[in-house]
């Protein structure tokens, strides 16, 4: 008997996305494409994927049970509960998603990742894969990236005007260090790609240094420079040689070894050169203080030469058309620390009512139907709530002689710093995101 439409499951509501198999030989990808589609998951496969790509999901998460498949995506950093799909045909999805990674598709209980890249369309992606056997079963999460990144500019992720100006002053200026920071799993590589992107890589020359088994994403005028892996090269003697050719821009996507960041700090300090440094952190000062505390040796340099750490943070941008205006009433204006007459209107999502109240004028059932851009989500997409740290000399002082955060932030403040929580509040005054997104964000751990 043929399934009705609403029997559909969500793998079959979608055109399944095109596997490419990471394999250099094309005749054994596509060998092992024709082996995976003789299998009953290779359908079931491609149209989950696509179903994600459809809903703007980041990760799928997969839980095996006795008798069924838990289906989850992250969609704008919060996870949404699917309907499960019967063991059976979790099990041959997986098993087709393992084939096409290279992986084992017969260890249920070992830790395992691979990769495969999808077609959706004339978009790429790569989908990196992780298994694990569970007391209940076995778990397995895919993470989905996109190829292109869909920012251009600092606007585009957020950042207010004024902010982009004052770090493009300090990004194309010489004899100082610039930090680029995020929390982890919160996009610090797309923050460091459009940073760099907008910064003025034609008129100086950008050098970065990078493992040769974790290349970073090609830069146009940012040259790479290879170690460890089949290079034979020590990061140190690539970084030694590098600095006699006298490069404006050094880059670290990477915490340096500390005799390659000494040599580069002297080039700093005395030459006038630039060190443009990435890190994982919870906060710009946070940031700062880690790096100050792995190069013990170095603090001073480091205090007397760094021009700004900027940090970010993601929260769910509010969707434009589904979200609702309300007028602030002045006390919660006060507790924002916004002034009076500064802000009209604040935004929040569109909540629909109970299902019971969905009603017509004359009582009968009328559903809302879901917005046709977010999907009801009442948020699409996420932005960047940017805090830039740019120590004066107090804060520089202070950074020689204290690692009290407490007191370090004082500091930065008396020089005028905005904090995070400032910034997010901007956010909010710019119709950005709501107060519930900023409460749900920063009371997270």
Known sequence: ????????????????????????????????????????????????????????????????????????????????????????????????????????????????????????????????????????????????????????KLADLGMRDTMIEQFKEQLNSNGNIVMISAKKGEGVSTVWSVAINSADRFIRDFQSFEPENAPEPDIINVTPNFFGGDTGKTEFEVVQRMVLREPDVLMFPNPPDPEALEVVLEKVQEEDRQLIYRTAADSALGALLTFIGRYPDCRSMIAEKIGCVLHQRLVRRLCDNCKVAFEPPPKLLAQLGIPAGRVSVLYQPFVAPPIEQQVDENGRPDPITPCHVCGGRSYYGRVGVFEMLRPGPQLQAALTKSNDAGQLAAVAKSEGHRSMQSEAVMAVARGLTSLDELKRVFSSK
């Open 1 to 152: 008997m043929a399934r009705e439409p609403d029997d559909l499951q969500l793998w079959q509501t979608v055109a399944p996305v095109e596997f490419v198999p990471k394999i250099d030989s094309r005749s054994d990808a596509q060998a092992l494409l024709v082996t995976t589609r003789q299998g009953a998951g290779y359908a079931v496969a491609g149209g989950q994927f696509a179903h994600a790509i459809e809903s703007r999901a980041t990760h799928v998460l997969m839980d095996f049970s006795k008798n069924a498949c838990a289906m989850r995506y992250q969609v704008d950093g919060t996870w949404e509960q699917l309907p499960p799909l019967d063991r059976e045909t979790g099990d041959a999805m997986l098993y087709a998603i393992k084939q096409l990674c290279q992986m084992n598709p017969a260890d249920r209980r070992g830790s395992q990742k691979g990769s495969v890249g999808l077609k959706v369309g004339k978009e790429k992606f790569d989908v990196l894969v992780q298994s694990q056997g569970v007391p209940t079963g076995e778990r397995a999460i895919c993470r989905i990236i996109a190829e292109k990144i869909p920012f251009e």
